[in-house]
């Protein structure tokens, strides 16, 4: 009876590595498995095969583990039952109490043994460190996968055949989504991995890679320029007044900007004492960008200047606003003061609302307060948001409510809404 009892426990711990070695490969990081593999580890290496043909390695567990329950089974009913309920009968029990009982009680432990040894025990070691235990464990399952290799074969045909008929025969995309990276940055966060500026500033270039020149530059309304006529005093007064290093040069009264004045060449242009002062012979070519390209192809437009600077046009030929490389690196990192009069885009009140600038990028705005938008918007700013909700340009006063907060413009300069409250719409049910 002893040899069978020990028949019964092997065959529950083996049961018990089998769902192991089934969650740990199944749930294991194909990058942490690849780190794991270049460090020289074998068995990463071995598991990164298995998990990239599961259906071999789920038929080849599944076989082991029906076998294991088919000879658990047998086991516990036909032998250990048999000689507890003949014990039973030899203490006064009737035959038919003796078989139920006996067979019920061997059921009933073995059944609990193989949840918690076999099942729930294992699975969570597996989950804990996946990687480690797949790399433990690779090389068997490897092992088996070939002794069995037949039958193997006849079940991962016939699930790919069902798998057809149900139309799931494409294979698996394994895509990782933004939201994914997200939670696990937050994640990392939490555990000190990084710290919280870090997470912000990988959010940032995240964002920044969804961006378009439209929601990256300064508008033109907020652009300072130099007029190509201006007299050379008032150019002076102009470069002195200004806190940029590069200004784009306006044609007059038009729309055109014939390019850009680089403050510096100016001031060598008057210390070598060329009089009268002719801007045109200082002003320097920068990348014109359509409003619509991509973060990437700026950057990539940028650095073939040395101003760092491109144009922003509409396909109607408008000049729409620029792009810096201050601009980008605001992208990631979050928007510099300039000066003492500038306010910040977003600041959280006391009673938690918040007051909302206009031009406050939608993306970073939906990082903070989660409101549904878009999948693909029109507008890149909170303004834009709004106008995209009420269809129309506002009245100052105004307000709608969506996802649970309340909008209300606050402040308008001329057409362009400056300010926003964006505040609970309601008190939560207590």
Same mark, same amino acid.
């Not at 009876?1 to 019964?8: P, Q, Y």
């Given at each position: 009876?002893?040899?069978?009892?020990?028949?019964?426990?092997?065959?529950?711990?083996?049961?018990?590595?089998?769902?192991?070695?089934?969650?740990?490969?199944?749930?294991?990081?194909?990058?942490?498995?690849?780190?794991?593999?270049?460090?020289?580890?074998?068995?990463?290496?071995?598991?990164?095969?298995?998990?990239?043909?599961?259906?071999?390695?789920?038929?080849?567990?599944?076989?082991?583990?029906?076998?294991?329950?088919?000879?658990?089974?047998?086991?516990?009913?036909?032998?250990?039952?048999?000689?507890?309920?003949?014990?039973?009968?030899?203490?006064?029990?009737?035959?038919?109490?003796?078989?139920?009982?006996?067979?019920? =009680?061997?059921?009933?432990?073995?059944?609990?043994?193989?949840?918690?040894?076999?099942?729930?025990?294992?699975?969570?070691?597996?989950?804990?460190?996946?990687?480690?235990?797949?790399?433990?464990?690779?090389?068997?399952?490897?092992?088996? =996968?070939?002794?069995?290799?037949?039958?193997?074969?006849?079940?991962?045909?016939?699930?790919?055949?069902?798998?057809?008929?149900?139309?799931?025969?494409?294979?698996?995309?394994?895509?990782?989504?933004?939201?994914?990276?997200?939670?696990?940055?937050? @994640?990392?966060? =939490?555990?000190?991995?990084?710290?919280?500026?870090?997470?912000?500033?990988?959010?940032?270039?995240?964002?920044?890679?969804?961006?378009?020149?439209?929601?990256?530059?300064?508008?033109?309304?907020?652009?300072?320029?130099?007029?190509?006529?201006?007299?050379?005093?008032?150019?002076?007064?102009?470069?002195?007044?200004?806190?940029?290093?590069?200004?784009?040069?306006?044609?007059?009264? =038009?729309?055109?900007?014939?390019?850009?004045?680089?403050?510096?060449?100016?001031?060598?242009?008057?210390?070598?004492?060329?009089?009268?002062?002719?801007?045109?012979?200082?002003?320097? @070519?920068?990348?014109?960008?359509?409003?619509?390209?991509?973060?990437?192809?700026?950057?990539?437009?940028?650095?073939?200047?040395?101003?760092?600077?491109?144009?922003?046009?509409?396909?109607?030929?408008?000049? @729409?606003?620029?792009?810096?490389?201050?601009?980008?690196?605001?992208?990631?990192?979050?928007?510099?003061?300039?000066?003492?009069? @500038?306010?910040?885009?977003?600041?959280?009140?006391?009673?938690?609302?918040?007051?909302?600038?206009?031009?406050?990028?939608?993306?970073?705005?939906?990082?903070?307060?989660?409101?549904?938008?878009?999948?693909?918007?029109?507008?890149?700013?909170?303004?834009?948001?709004?106008?995209?909700?009420?269809?129309?340009?506002?009245?100052?006063?105004?307000?709608?409510?969506?996802?649970?907060?309340?909008?209300?413009?606050?402040?308008?300069?001329?057409?362009?809404?400056?300010?926003?409250?964006?505040?609970?719409?309601?008190?939560?049910?207590?």
């Amino acid at each position: 009876m002893l040899t069978e009892i020990l028949i019964v426990v092997f065959l529950t711990l083996l049961n018990g590595v089998l769902a192991m070695s089934e969650l740990a490969v199944v749930s294991s990081r194909a990058a942490r498995l690849r780190v794991l593999s270049e460090q020289g580890n074998a068995g990463a290496a071995v598991a990164i095969r298995l998990a990239e043909n599961p259906g071999r390695f789920l038929s080849t567990v599944q076989i082991g583990i029906t076998l294991v329950g088919v000879l658990s089974g047998a086991f516990s009913g036909a032998t250990l039952g048999a000689r507890l309920s003949e014990w039973l009968e030899l203490q006064g029990l009737s035959n038919g109490a003796a078989n139920a009982l006996g067979v019920g =009680s061997v059921v009933v432990i073995i059944t609990y043994l193989s949840l918690i040894v076999g099942e729930l025990v294992p699975k969570q070691i597996a989950l804990r460190n996946p990687e480690s235990v797949a790399s433990k464990v690779a090389g068997t399952m490897l092992m088996l =996968s070939r002794v069995a290799a037949p039958l193997v074969w006849l079940l991962d045909a016939s699930g790919k055949l069902v798998l057809s008929l149900l139309g799931q025969s494409g294979a698996s995309t394994g895509t990782v989504t933004d939201e994914e990276i997200k939670t696990v940055l937050a @994640e990392a966060q =939490s555990a000190g991995v990084i710290e919280t500026e870090e997470q912000a500033m990988i959010s940032g270039v995240m964002r920044l890679a969804d961006r378009t020149a439209r929601g990256l530059m300064t508008p033109r309304r907020d652009v300072e320029v130099v007029d190509i006529e201006d007299t050379p005093e008032e150019i002076r007064e102009t470069l002195r007044k200004t806190q940029h290093s590069r200004l784009p040069v306006r044609n007059g009264n =038009s729309d055109e900007i014939i390019g850009v004045l680089f403050v510096k060449h100016v001031y060598d242009a008057i210390t070598a004492g060329n009089t009268p002062l002719d801007i045109r012979t200082i002003i320097s @070519e920068v990348p014109i960008v359509s409003d619509l390209a991509s973060a990437m192809d700026i950057i990539q437009a940028m650095r073939k200047t040395p101003l760092h600077m491109a144009l922003v046009y509409d396909e109607y030929g408008h000049f @729409e606003g620029i792009v810096t490389s201050g601009d980008i690196l605001e992208a990631i990192t979050g928007a510099f003061q300039e000066g003492d009069e @500038e306010e910040p885009s977003l600041v959280r009140r006391d009673d938690g609302s918040f007051l909302v600038a206009g031009w406050t990028p939608i993306d970073e705005f939906v990082d903070k307060i989660r409101v549904t938008t878009e999948a693909d918007p029109d507008y890149t700013t909170v303004a834009g948001f709004v106008i995209a909700e009420l269809k129309r340009i506002p009245e100052l006063g105004e307000s709608f409510v969506k996802d649970g907060w309340k909008f209300e413009v606050i402040d308008l300069d001329g057409r362009r809404i400056d300010k926003l409250l964006v505040s609970p719409a309601s008190e939560p049910d207590i």
